[in-house]
């Protein structure tokens, strides 16, 4: 009897739900904050690329916020140039992400299963606590350039009740 009001309370009539996102990093590029094109419009100035702006893959976590990528395979463009990298030319940390959710109604009243019930709901986003990082400092000659400072929302849990009637 206890084990029959247990299953029919406690342990049966869950629904489920999720969205999982396993996408690429987004493109960036990488610009120059000074007016060297001598045009009078700051900011769309490019740097130039002097050597491979990839780094080696097996490093740490914390060597790729660091730098993510070469920061000394860009240089200032020349004075009346825009500079020659190309737009887009590299891509950002990846995302990684589940957002599930638990349901449970629980009818209230008697003989009305349907009409009357209470929803438990409890919600997860980001279930795994995977770190989601931005994309680095993309403007050369700054103190943030090549290094990645933020990320995106840790692990948020959200309980809720619905009394429906």
């Known amino acids: 009897m206890f084990l029959s009001i247990l299953n029919e309370v406690i342990l049966s009539g869950w629904q489920t739900t999720g969205i999982f996102t396993w996408q690429d990093g987004l493109p960036f590029t990488i610009g120059y904050g000074t007016n060297q094109a001598a045009n009078g419009i700051s900011g769309l100035d490019r740097a130039n690329i002097i050597g491979n702006p990839s780094l080696p893959g097996d490093r740490s976590t914390g060597a790729e916020l660091l730098e993510w990528f070469n920061a000394a395979a860009f240089v200032p ?10 737009r887009d030319l590299l891509r950002g940390p990846g995302l990684t992400n589940l957002d599930f959710a638990m349901i449970k109604s ?7 299963k349907e009409a009357q019930h209470i929803d438990f709901r409890a919600e997860f986003f980001n279930l795994f606590n995977h770190p989601n990082f931005a994309n680095p400092g993309s403007t050369l000659g700054t103190p943030t350039f090549g290094r990645i400072l933020s990320a995106g929302s840790p692990r948020i849990v959200q309980l809720a009740l619905k009394i429906v009637f």
């Open 77 to 86: 463009a020349a004075p009346g140039s825009y500079g020659d990298t190309a």
């Open 106 to 112: 629980f009818p209230i009243g008697i003989g009305s």
